[in-house]
T-cell receptor, first 112, second 115 residues
């Protein structure tokens, strides 16, 4: 199916390990986003990319970095994973700053 | 600051009952968008509807309807004749069209439809 594809779907890391979460969209959208979802807190924005070549911090950027590799791909990197980063991570994309965001299926990340 | 409140944490209804999910928002902007998303047990987020702040007309899509009232800063979602497949967590969200288009999510309402 067309849409937003996230890899991997599940991952377990040890504290201090690094990891990159991959996201790709095939809808020719300009904007892409990374959110984390924690129990009882809804989704919170980590980073976003309004267009190819730009990235900006969201509400909870500490401990993360992102790369907008091209128009299709937007990756999220944890340089030194911490247990507080255990969460479900969602990537999303939208046509532009007013369009609805379409989400991937999520990556469930556990850090021991 | 933007804020979305979904006061109902969990709701259970019997199949075929109608149910309304409440959403109250706060924003200083005059232009904004409101959304509802569905998250079924499988975990993905499914876009249901977007409304802009200048369009207060209610909308109906099959068994789903939405009531947007700026006077009370509410954007409520009603499911008519609920079905077991409606069981999910429903999120209300707010965004402004300038800048990041960041979605501010409520904490969600878990709906369980009992057969």
């Amino acid at each position: 199916n067309a849409g937003v594809t996230q890899t991997p779907k599940f991952q377990v890391l040890k504290t201090g390990q690094s990891m990159t979460l991959q996201c790709a969209q095939d809808m020719n959208h300009n904007s892409m986003y990374w959110y984390r979802q924690d129990p009882g807190m809804g989704l919170r924005l980590i980073y976003y990319s309004a267009s190819e070549g730009t990235t900006d911090k969201g509400e909870v950027p500490n401990g993360y970095n992102v790369s907008r590799l091209n128009k299709r791909e937007f990756s999220l990197r944890l340089e030194s994973a911490a247990p507080s980063q255990t969460s479900v991570y969602f990537c999303a994309s939208s046509r532009d700053s007013s369009g609805p965001q379409h989400f991937g299926d999520g990556t469930r990340l556990s850090i021991l | 600051a933007q804020k979305v409140t979904q006061a109902q944490t969990e709701i259970s209804v019997v199949e075929k009952e109608d149910v309304t999910l409440d959403c109250v928002y706060e924003t200083r902007d005059t232009t904004y968008y409101l959304f509802w998303y569905k998250q079924p047990p499988s975990g993905e987020l499914v876009f249901l509807i977007r409304r802009n702040s200048f369009d207060e007309q209610n909308e109906i899509s099959g068994r789903y309807s939405w009531n947007f009232q700026k006077s009370t800063s509410s954007f409520n979602f009603t499911i008519t004749a609920s079905q077991v497949v409606d069981s999910a967590v429903y999120f209300c969200a707010l965004s402004e069209p300038t800048g990041a288009n960041n979605l501010f999510f409520g904490t969600g309402t878990r709906l369980t439809v009992i057969p």
